[in-house]
């Protein structure tokens, strides 16, 4: 029992936060009843999908702040933006790759806020040779193979899409047009609030166990980049009509230019956001 109510504080507090500070979901304990089981779980893919689901709660107008593991979710922008690393301190190869980062000072009034314009303006303004497309080598899918799996994430009754495919840059390969990803038999979003429901089909539960039919033929889908930031050239149409080239209202701080058609962007401003 005291070793089941350790990791229920411990998995509540790093991997599934929440934001209600002192309380812990109660579905965490569902998987720390038989303590024979617990590397059965995928605990990795679980708390990717929990964040991608609170990504997603956080883009709501109702929502306020984030929660779910930010310390991933930080540790994959140093590894692949340097614009926004912080100091690093030397670490042996075994140690934790995210424990090297220096936490930033956090800052307050003015000081925030000028630093939140600047981010903006940084993220703006990145170019194709500002990211680290390879941070773990090009050869990291062949020491962890589920880093190609395709298909649904899950943690309880959260279930989120996974597609290596959109950012097979990651990987050392040509960025092409991924296929359409698994969607949700249905959803609901609530008009107000900032939390929304989706519901999958029984059948996705089976997919993580079938790896071999879920594993993305790396060889079979790209052919492998010249250029770190290699694309097709179509994918620049394809990219441009499902996100937002810019951060910063064209209103907002200093004037700046419309934003620019299809045919006048440049490369270098695409980028696909991929953990």
């Known amino acids: 029992m005291e070793v089941q109510c350790y990791l229920f504080v411990l998995l509540g507090s790093t991997l599934f936060v929440d934001k209600s500070r002192d309380r812990l979901r109660p579905a965490i304990n569902l998987f720390l009843k038989d303590h024979r089981r ?13 964040l991608y689901r609170q990504l997603g709660v956080a883009t709501r107008a109702g929502s306020k702040g984030l929660c779910g593991c930010l310390t991933l979710l930080q540790a994959w922008i140093y590894e692949y933006f340097p614009l926004f690393r912080p100091s690093q301190l030397p670490q042996s190869p075994d140690a934790p790759r995210a424990s090297s980062w220096i936490s930033p000072r ?14 903006r303006q940084l993220l703006d ?5 500002d990211v680290t497309w390879t941070p773990y080598g090009r050869d990291g899918h062949t020491d962890i193979p589920r880093s190609l799996y395709t298909g649904p994430i ?13 950012c097979l840059r990651q990987f050392g390969y040509r960025q092409i047009i991924p ?8 959803q609901y979003r609530p008009a107000s609030g900032s939390s929304y429901i989706v519901f999958w ?11 071999a039919a879920r594993r993305l033929d790396l060889d079979f889908a790209s052919r492998p980049c010249e250029q770190p930031s290699e694309i097709v050239e179509e994918y620049v149409d394809w990219f441009l009509t499902r ?33």
Request: negative net charge; charged residues 25%; glycine residues 6%.
């Open 125 to 129: 303004e990145l170019s194709a040779d």
């Open 38 to 50: 617990l590397t059965d779980y995928a605990w990795g893919a679980g708390a990717l999908a929990y």
């Open 154 to 166: 899950r943690f309880s009754d959260i279930a989120e899409g996974y597609d290596p495919a959109r």
């Open 106 to 119: 956090l800052p307050s009034g003015d000081e925030a806020r000028q630093r939140l314009a600047r981010y």
């Open 179 to 186: 296929r359409a990803m698994t969607v949700p038999h249905d």
């Open 201 to 211: 089909d029984p059948w996705v539960n089976q997919l993580w166990d079938n790896v």
């Open 243 to 275: 996100s937002h080239p810019r951060i910063t209202h064209p209103t907002d701080g200093e004037p700046q230019p419309r934003p620019l058609l299809v045919h006048q962007v440049s490369y270098d401003f695409l980028l696909l956001f991929q953990i």
